[in-house]
């Protein structure tokens, strides 16, 4: 089983430049989230999405947009990137976003370099 | 604010037991996870609390306090693979996942 799958693995980009992080999930979940880990700070919420075609901010949305076509994708698109946007990202999913128990379950990552 | 806070780093022997500590001050709470995530790798679920209480699961325990904003993970028979960075969250009023730093922890033999 494929769970959550992200694309690229890692990316080397130059400062402007635009970019879109792709994220695929087969479990048929609901909600999507997309965060960001920098080293000594906890996961940060950019965007979330709790069902196909809502969307919504989170932490950090400044810089990223997303968008929610289908219940599979969440790509996260960075418009101009800037060296700040230097992290590791990550995409989840979770059955519901309603309700305590709420696990998430983490794609694989995608590290981004801006230069 | 929101805030969780954890150890950042803990050192501790391989067959032993350690426990990594866990506070926090959130809008509201809804239940608190704990994931592990190795170096490199995305974070995995290891347990939930709701409730008051200890929940066991083979060599890992959580435990959890609502009045005192306090839960722990406890991590028996210690092995080398358990060396890996341990998250707390907890689900806010909104049902948002609030994180933690993690703690680093690293096995030694």
């Known amino acids: 089983t494929a769970g959550i799958t992200q694309a690229p693995t890692s990316q080397i980009l130059a400062a402007g430049r635009s970019m879109t992080l792709r994220c695929t999930q087969d479990m048929r979940h609901n909600a999507m989230y997309w965060y960001r880990q920098d080293l000594g700070l906890g996961l940060r919420l950019i965007h979330y999405?709790?069902?196909?075609?809502?969307?919504g901010k989170g932490e950090v949305p400044d810089g990223y947009s997303v968008s929610r076509a289908n219940t599979d994708d969440f790509p996260l698109t960075l418009a101009s990137a800037v060296p700040s946007q230097t992290s590791v990202y990550f995409c989840?999913?979770?059955?519901?976003?309603?309700?305590?128990?709420?696990?998430?379950?983490f794609g694989p990552g995608t590290r981004l370099t801006v230069l | 604010g929101q805030n969780i806070d954890q150890p950042t780093e803990m050192t501790a022997t391989e067959g032993a037991i350690v426990q990594i500590n866990c506070t926090y001050q959130?809008?509201?709470?809804?239940?608190l996870f704990w994931y592990q995530q190795h170096a490199g790798e995305a974070p995995t679920f290891l347990s939930y609390n709701v409730l008051d209480g200890l929940e066991e699961k083979g060599r890992f325990s959580s435990f959890l306090s609502r009045s005192k904003g306090y839960s722990y993970l406890l991590l028996k028979e210690l092995q080398m693979k358990d060396s890996a960075s341990y998250l707390c969250a907890v689900v806010d009023s909104n049902y948002q996942l609030i994180w933690g730093a993690g703690t680093k922890l690293i096995i030694k033999p």
């Open positions: 989840a999913s979770s059955d519901s976003w309603e309700g305590s128990y709420n696990e998430q379950f």
């Open positions: 999405s709790n069902t196909a075609g809502t969307t």
């Open positions: 959130t809008s509201g709470f809804n239940g």
